[in-house]
């Protein structure tokens, strides 16, 4: 009878990524979080072993190697910018921060020409506000009120300021005035832990090739 060969397994590799979160309180894992499209996955193993060798004859031979220490690493690339993952990149969380609508005068900023600046960022809001309107500058003894376009610009969807650098505006502080919208948008807190604890699954579906 002929020798026989096992079948060549080969595979195209695809599936679903998924991060299961251990609660670091009960440690216990929490819901698994779909990371979404991710390219490539890479793990590496490296061991560290003491070596051996005989003195008792005239040549020195290796007569054992005891593993030491293993390391397991992995890497992923994951192209999925969604604000779920990039709270797991800071090690942290996501949030809902709502806006009310409210009236803002006399806020003062320290600028510089040629700069730009967040509205309403203070250190318990340091993103600032979104959605303004009714923006006006004025020096910081209120007398003398700029000209948008002029001495400065505004981008009102993110609240942002931008002193012009051929304005009239001087470094110093200005006094703002402005209205912001009531809204809400997804927030990212990078967290206390140096790391986060998990399982990672991933659920295949290969283009050719057996699913594990």
Same mark, same amino acid.
């Given at each position: 009878m002929a020798i026989t060969h096992a079948k060549n397994e080969y595979v195209i590799s695809r599936g679903r990524v998924y991060f299961e979160?251990? @609660?670091t309180a009960t440690d216990e894992k929490q #819901? *698994?979080?779909y990371m979404g499209n991710c390219p490539a996955f890479t793990v590496s193993i490296e061991t560290e072993k003491a070596e051996h060798y005989s003195s008792e004859t005239g040549l020195r031979e290796k007569d054992a190697s005891v593993v030491l220490e293993v390391r397991r690493s992995g890497s992923i690339?994951? #192209? @999925?910018?969604? *604000?779920? @993952?990039?709270? $797991?990149?800071? =090690?942290?969380?996501?949030?809902?921060? %709502?806006?009310?609508?409210e009236s803002?005068?006399?806020?003062?900023?320290?600028?510089l020409p040629g700069r730009y600046f967040q509205l309403g960022a203070k250190p318990a809001n340091p993103v600032g506000v979104r959605k303004v309107s009714n923006v006006v500058v004025k020096? =910081? &003894?209120?007398?003398? %009120?700029?000209?948008?376009?002029? #001495?400065? @610009?505004? #981008?009102a969807e993110r609240g942002r300021l931008q002193i012009l650098a051929d304005g009239a505006i001087a470094a110093g502080d200005v006094q703002v005035d402005y209205e912001t919208a009531a809204c809400t948008w997804t927030g990212i807190r990078s967290?206390?832990?140096? %790391?986060?604890?998990? !399982? $990672?699954?991933?659920? !295949? &579906?290969n283009a050719t090739g057996e699913n594990r």
């Open positions: 979160a251990i @609660n #819901d *698994a979080i690339t994951c #192209d @999925n910018m969604s *604000a779920t @993952n990039v709270a $797991l990149f800071l =090690s942290g969380s996501t949030c809902l921060v %709502e806006q009310a609508a803002v005068t006399g806020e003062v900023l320290a600028v020096s =910081s &003894d209120g007398a003398t %009120e700029y000209a948008a376009g002029t #001495d400065y @610009n505004v #981008d967290g206390a832990s140096g %790391e986060l604890r998990g !399982s $990672l699954r991933v659920v !295949s &579906d």
